[in-house]
């Protein structure tokens, strides 16, 4: 089974919609049980880091989503609230990878939205999937680049694009609006 974490963030149906077109069928929960069983487990999101990590400490899938064995991959909001702290509502996240999630510079234009190149650094997310490949982003915070940074993304500034640490994944971009290249990424994590 693959679930779905619900969070009161959007997005969901649409990661929903991509897994069905590769022939997977996923389950859509906040229940803890549910999650823990789950051979895989996606926590994506469109919302505010705030409210959404208290809806995740209201619901007790902080502590869940921490010691998850199995493979997770965080989308969106999701790899944001995977750092350990968010200046979106001056948030502390589940701290996973160990880095600072910032405000995109009042000069640029925000959201940063639309296809991007991105730089691969290192993660098997990635196998057939060529170097410099576009993927589509919208988001107005992103995560510096540190040690757990698989790819890097630049809009003015370099940021992390996706990062990898154990077994949790995540990606800034969408890869279930990402064409192809999208549909290959969340192959190969359902592959893991």
């Not at 001056?90 to 009042?106: A, H, Q, S, W």
């Amino acid at each position: 089974m693959i679930a779905i974490v619900k969070y009161n963030a959007g997005n969901i149906t649409s990661v929903q919609n991509a897994l069905e077109r590769l022939g997977y069928s996923s389950v859509v929960t906040d229940d803890p049980k549910l999650i823990q069983q789950a051979e895989k487990v996606i926590f994506p999101g469109v919302g505010e880091a705030s409210t959404a990590m208290q809806y995740l400490k209201e619901k007790g899938l902080d502590e869940v989503i921490k010691n998850l064995k199995q493979p997770v991959l965080g989308i969106c909001l999701g790899q944001q609230l995977l750092c350990t702290f968010s200046e979106e509502g001056n948030t502390e996240c589940l701290g996973i990878f160990d880095v600072r999630v910032k405000k995109f510079e009042p000069r640029l234009k925000v959201p940063h939205m639309g296809w991007n190149t991105l730089e691969v650094q290192n993660s098997e997310l990635y196998n057939g999937i060529l170097n410099e490949e576009n993927f589509y982003f919208v988001h107005s915070y992103y995560a510096e680049v540190c040690s757990d940074t698989s790819g890097i993304c630049n809009y003015v500034v370099p940021f992390s694009a996706s990062m990898q640490k154990g077994n949790f994944y995540a990606t800034q971009f969408h890869p279930e609006k990402s064409s192809l290249a999208g549909e290959q990424l969340l192959l190969n994590f359902l592959q893991l």
